[in-house]
């Protein structure tokens, strides 16, 4: 694996500041938000693909898509880290929600 040593210094540099004067003050997201690394990803999955929005109340989370039952809802503004989508016609969503469940699924019609 190459890393570029501009992004490495980079990257040591932000976690050393951090580290030395601390994160700051967090806004209501960010302290909802899980740490990295917090809650495990879905099984076989590398990377973050997206953070997004749920855009309607009442939305229910699955622990798989389309058959099985809801395990719980949540509403309109919740965060949802995305690893992947699947499905039929990869209409869903799987992931984690910001201070909930982690490795739910969610059709895509109500995330923004």
């Avoid at 989370?61 to 989508?85: H, I, M, W």
């Amino acid at each position: 694996m190459r890393v570029k040593t501009g992004v490495l210094a980079a990257t040591v540099a932000a976690v050393a500041l951090t580290t030395v004067f601390g994160g700051g003050a967090a806004t209501g997201a960010e302290r909802s938000r899980p740490a990295a690394g917090s809650q495990a990803k879905p099984s076989g999955l590398a990377a973050l693909l997206s953070t997004v929005t749920v855009n309607a109340d009442g939305v229910r989370y699955r622990a798989c898509p389309e058959t099985c039952p809801a395990l719980g809802q949540v509403n309109r503004g919740q965060k949802f880290d995305v690893f992947r989508s699947g499905g039929p016609d990869l209409t869903w969503a799987n992931g984690n929600l910001w201070g909930g469940p982690s490795n739910v699924w969610i059709r895509w019609d109500f995330l923004s």
